[in-house]
């Protein structure tokens, strides 16, 4: 079984559209993040969400907004996308109450905005 | 605020040559250190990661990283590669307080030459 899913793994749409990706882990972790990747493979956190409460909001425009109906799911929803949204949306999990726990990701989710 | 450099963007090595992937950090306060590989079109996969004690960690695929808290560095070694070690590595660091989330360097791509 995966232990962090997300889907869809490759998106492509329409400037100005709105979109959501879906998260869901398996390991009964308090802690959710979703990181983006740019097409220089950086990486950079864009929110954290422990045990459904917002705790890391990294100036992401508000176009984004998370959202955690539980613990074990944590959805990314678009609106009026961008060409610069276009980028790999990593979902990831932890158990942060213990400190220096191991941060699993998902496989990733490719947005392509044309 | 953390930061990570990764000093080589590119790294080119022969089937079974030793390779070393350098990072160094920046921090005002005690940190946490990992290593992600990124394999094409995959998610990212913890490889090790130091977080107390000795400074030699060892970790999958025979890995090995040396925490220098004198030259903020964490080097990734490996004695002799393979062709399956071709793929993008992440040095990061956490905050050893506070809310957990990673603070990424920019990626060294590994490339194993035949």
């Known amino acids: 079984d995966t232990a962090v899913s997300q889907t869809p793994k490759y998106l492509v749409t329409q400037m100005g559209n709105d979109k959501s990706i879906k998260c869901e882990q398996n390991?009964?972790?308090?802690?959710m993040y979703w990181y983006k990747q740019d097409s220089k493979k950086f990486l950079k956190i864009m929110f954290s969400?422990?045990?459904?409460?917002?705790?890391i909001n990294e100036t992401v425009p508000n176009r984004f907004s998370p959202k955690s109906p539980d613990k074990a799911h944590l959805n990314l929803h678009i609106n009026s996308l961008e060409l610069g949204d276009s980028a790999v949306y990593f979902c990831?999990?932890?158990?942060?109450?213990?400190?220096?726990?191991?941060?699993?990701f998902g496989e990733g989710s490719w947005l392509t905005v044309v | 605020a953390q930061s990570v450099t990764q000093l080589d963007s590119q790294v080119p090595v022969f089937e079974e040559a030793p390779v070393e992937l350098r990072c160094n950090y920046s921090?005002?306060?005690?940190?946490?250190l990992f290593w992600y590989v990124q394999y094409p079109n995959q998610g990212l996969q913890l490889l090790l990661k130091?977080?107390?004690?000795?400074?030699l960690v060892k970790g999958i695929n025979g890995f090995e990283a040396e925490f220098n808290k004198s030259q903020t560095s964490f080097h990734l070694r490996k004695p002799s590669v393979h062709i399956s070690d071709t793929a993008e590595y992440f040095c990061?660091?956490?905050?050893?307080?506070?809310?957990?989330?990673?603070?990424f360097g920019q990626g060294t791509r590994l490339t194993i030459n035949p």
């Open positions: 990831a999990s932890s158990q942060a109450s213990v400190s220096g726990n191991t941060i699993y």
């Open positions: 390991l009964g972790h308090d802690t």
């Open positions: 969400y422990n045990n459904k409460e917002l705790i």
């Open positions: 921090s005002s306060v005690s940190v946490y």
């Open positions: 130091y977080l107390s004690g000795s400074t």
């Open positions: 990061a660091v956490s905050d050893v307080q506070g809310a957990q989330k990673l603070v």
